[in-house]
Every structure is written in structure tokens, then in C-alpha cells.
Antibody
Framework: QVQLVQSGAEVKKPGSSVKVSCKASGGPFSTYAITWVRQAPGQGLEWMGGIIPIFGTTHYTQNFQGRVTITADESTSTAYMELSSLTSDDTAVYYC????????????WGQGTLVTVSS | DIVLTQSPDSLAVSLGERATINCKSSQSLLYNSNNRNYLAWYQQKPGQPPKLLIYWASTRESGVPDRFSGSGSGTDFTLTISSLQAEDVAVYYCQQYYNTSGLTFGGGTKVEIK
């Protein structure tokens, strides 16, 4: 089964950007979609967008259009999520997840990366 | 976007009793061409990422205990824990993947022991 390991916690200033990585192992990275979901403290889950590495195609929710960029490096089996123009509202745990082979549910998840935005 | 409304927000159930969680969609999640409902359920324990329990509304993920079951079609769905165990204390989320450009989750239901 595919395992996803994310980069460590980050503390950022308002207005800056953050880039979180998600390294996959145990499966053919390029052929499945990786998605990003965030969870603000004490809140629910919010889908941000995803990428299919083999095609390079990306989808983003409108809530983050223009602020989020999702990329993938097939040579290292790593996906990245970069979020810009950070505000305190972006303080959250960010998860990457592998989508199902035939549909967009999330079979396996990374451990999460806490991003704290504070001046 | 498709809105998923879960109920109740929380529930307390005695060990060994049944827990029922509802998820109502703002539009049908049934894709007529394949007769499948594009809905999944997840379990999230404190400090952990979510875990996939059910997909296609009623297909149990490998390794998930059979006390967990999903049912429903169209706009109304249910996750049932037939005999609550202590390790089932968690928040449960439904998620629709019918609209592939706008994936959404329900607000979550917290399950506790009475």
C-alpha cells in the first residue's frame, strides 16, 4: 500500500508563502492522483486541489484559486503544495492523500503538516 | 458546490449499542450510467489523519471491521456502527466525489461513549 510522508511543521509570517512536500513510496507514483486537504484547528476537512503526476493536470477548488499551486516531481515521487499570501486563517494542518484508482475518494493519507501563520 | 449536511453533530452511544450517522446531499450523488453513488465515509481520531472506511456509499475498505456499514442512495446516506467499541470514538466525515472539480466533505459527527 502506498505510504505518504509529509514535511515538518512550519511557522510563517502573514503575507508569506509556504511549501509542503509529500513523498510517496510503495506504488507507481505517476499513475495516481495526489490531493491536498486542510483542517483548521477544531474544524472540518476542506479540499484544496489535486494533481495527476503522469499527466501534470491539476484541479483547484475556487476557494484557493490563484493562491495555491500543486506540483509533482516524478523523479522523487514527491508532490508539493504551495500556498501564498498567508493569513492567520490559513493556520491549519495540511494533509496530502492518494486518491482511489477509479474515483476521487482518498485511500491513504499523509501524517499531516501543521502550518502556523503568526506575526 | 455540492453541500453535505451531517446529522447529528455529535452523539453518545453505550458500548455495544448501535450508532447511526446521517449525511444529506444538496444534489443526487447517483451516477445513472453506472448506478453508483459517489460518496465515501472517513473516521478521524484525535491527532490522526482521516481513515477511509467506506466508498461507493456501501463498499467497505479492506481491513475495516464489518460492524461499519454504509447505506443510502441519491441524496440520503447513513453510516452505521452496529456495535460500538471503545476504539470507535472519533469524528466521522462523509465526502462526495460526484463533482470531481469540487470535492466536498460534510461537517463531521463526533461519536462518544455514553
Amino acid at each position: 500500500q502506498v505510504q505518504l510522508v509529509q514535511s515538518g511543521a512550519e511557522v510563517k509570517k502573514p503575507g508569506s508563502s509556504v511549501k509542503v512536500s509529500c513523498k510517496a513510496s510503495g506504488g507507481p507514483f505517476s499513475t495516481y492522483a495526489i490531493t491536498w486537504v486542510r483542517q483548521a484547528p477544531g474544524q472540518g476537512l476542506e479540499w484544496m486541489g489535486g494533481i495527476i503526476p503522469i499527466f501534470g493536470t491539476t484541479h483547484y477548488t475556487q476557494n484557493f484559486q490563484g493562491r495555491v499551486t500543486i506540483t509533482a516531481d516524478e523523479s522523487t515521487s514527491t508532490a508539493y503544495m504551495e500556498l501564498s499570501s498567508l493569513t492567520s486563517d490559513d493556520t491549519a494542518v495540511y494533509y496530502c492523500a492518494k486518491e482511489g484508482g477509479t474515483a476521487r475518494y482518498f485511500e491513504s493519507w499523509g501524517q499531516g503538516t501543521l502550518v502556523t501563520v503568526s506575526s | 458546490d455540492i453541500v453535505l449536511t451531517q446529522s447529528p453533530d455529535s452523539l453518545a452511544v453505550s458500548l455495544g449499542e448501535r450508532a447511526t450517522i446521517n449525511c444529506k446531499s444538496s444534489q443526487s450523488l447517483l451516477y445513472n450510467s453506472n448506478n453508483r453513488n459517489y460518496l465515501a465515509w472517513y473516521q478521524q481520531k484525535p491527532g490522526q489523519p482521516p481513515k477511509l472506511l467506506i466508498y461507493w456509499a456501501s463498499t467497505r475498505e479492506s481491513g475495516v471491521p464489518d460492524r461499519f456499514s454504509g447505506s443510502g442512495s441519491g441524496t440520503d446516506f447513513t453510516l452505521t456502527i452496529s456495535s460500538l467499541q471503545a476504539e470507535d470514538v472519533a469524528v466521522y466525515y462523509c465526502q462526495q466525489y460526484y463533482n470531481t472539480s469540487g470535492l466536498t466533505f460534510g461537517g463531521g459527527t463526533k461519536v462518544e461513549i455514553k
